[in-house]
């Protein structure tokens, strides 16, 4: 359970980082879809596969499927 926890705590403050990030979020090079820096692009990749590990680890703590720790 304090897995749990601090898991949803990292993504909250993912999250929180992504939305109020106050350094250049976009650059003129267009080699991808997104016209977005590597660093912000770090920042938003973390949170999107910790809220998808947070939102795993809450299936098996809860016991609606054990995919993570399978027993």
């Known amino acids: 359970m304090i897995g749990f926890i601090l898991q949803v705590a990292a993504t909250l403050f993912l ?3 992504s939305l109020t990030y106050k350094g250049k ?3 003129r090079w267009s080699f991808t ?4 820096t590597f660093r912000y692009d770090i920042i938003v990749i973390s949170a999107i596969v ?3 590990i947070a939102f795993l ?3 098996n703590v ?6 993570i ?3």
Do not use: E, M
């Not at 879809?33 to 977005?36: E, I, P, S, V």
């Not at 809860?62 to 995919?67: A, D, K, L, T």
């Open 25 to 27: 979020k976009y650059t």
């Open 50 to 52: 910790n809220a998808l």
């Open 57 to 59: 680890y809450g299936l």
């Open 69 to 71: 720790f399978p027993h």
């Open 33 to 36: 879809l997104y016209n977005t």
């Open 15 to 17: 999250v929180v980082a």
């Open 62 to 67: 809860f016991g609606i499927n054990n995919v």
